[in-house]
Antibody, heavy 121, light 111 residues
Framework: EVQLVESGGGLVQPGGSLRLSCAVSGFTFNNFAMTWVRQAPGKGLEWVAV????????YYADSVKGRFTISRDTSKNTVYLQMSSLRVEDTAIYYC??????????????WGQGTRVTVSS | QSVLTQAPSVSGAPGQRVTISCTGSTSNIGAGYDVHWYQQLPGAAPKLLIYGNNNRPSGVPDRFSGSRSGTSASLAITGLQAEDEADYYC???????????FGGGTILTVL
């Protein structure tokens, strides 16, 4: 069974940093692209970042480019989202998600339950 | 403003058919990129409903169907049931943004 378990969310002040983790199980980790999607309170889904199965291809939404970094550690079966220079508008539930293949521009086949990030003073 | 436009809400009575539209442009749906649909029940994570315009993952009832034409796509739900009450999102790729994009979401209310 595919499992995606996010952690690392919490309350952080504007300008601060936070690292989200997504521990995966139930599949061969480096065969699949991994994505982060967020959802602000009462709002819709927003694609944040994606990393290919090999980690060689990485893309970001303009809203987070230069502030967020997606990475993956095959030895730990974990994908990360390092968030810095956080803004109030980054407040959201952050979902870790898996595509159907290594390719980055596919649909999202599996979703985690999400971790909540609140940016507030 | 979402790159993909969806009506904020739609409603229907049990047993009826409803459609949810997703309007894009020549840089996403109109460029031939696939459209995918997700269902998000209240308080839950999204779930894949339709992929590649009109394909259903195993376990999704055939009451759900998708289509794409020109710069738009649609999700149709027939035989509406109370448990279909949820938020529905379309997704595609946009080559102007060089990234994935979601529609703003449509709230489905079963009357």
């Amino acid at each position: 069974e595919v499992q995606l378990v996010e952690s690392g969310g919490g309350l952080v002040q504007p300008g601060g940093s936070l690292r989200l983790s997504c521990a995966v199980s139930g599949f061969t980790f480096n065969n699949f692209a991994m994505t982060w999607v967020r959802q602000a309170p009462g709002k819709g889904l927003e694609w944040v970042a994606v990393i290919s199965g090999s980690g060689s291809s990485i893309y970001y939404a303009d809203s987070v480019k230069g502030r967020f970094t997606i990475s993956r550690d095959t030895s730990k079966n974990t994908v990360y989202l390092q968030m810095s220079s956080l803004r109030v508008e980054d407040t959201a539930i952050y979902y870790c998600a898996r595509g159907p293949t290594w390719y980055v521009w596919e649909y999202i086949q599996h979703w985690g339950q999400g971790t909540r990030v609140t940016v507030s003073s | 403003q979402s790159v993909l436009t969806q009506a904020p809400s739609v409603s229907g009575a049990p047993g009826q058919r409803v459609t949810i539209s997703c309007t894009g442009s020549t840089s996403n749906i109109g460029a031939g990129y696939d459209v995918h649909w997700y269902q998000q029940l209240p308080g839950a994570a999204p779930k894949l409903l339709i992929y590649g315009n009109n394909n259903r993952p195993s376990g999704v009832p055939d009451r759900f169907s998708g289509s794409r034409s020109g710069t738009s796509a649609s999700l149709a739900i027939t035989g509406l049931q109370a448990e279909d009450e949820a938020d529905y999102y379309c997704q595609s790729y946009d080559n102007d943004l060089s990234g994935s994009v979601f529609g703003g979401g449509t709230i489905l209310t079963v009357l």
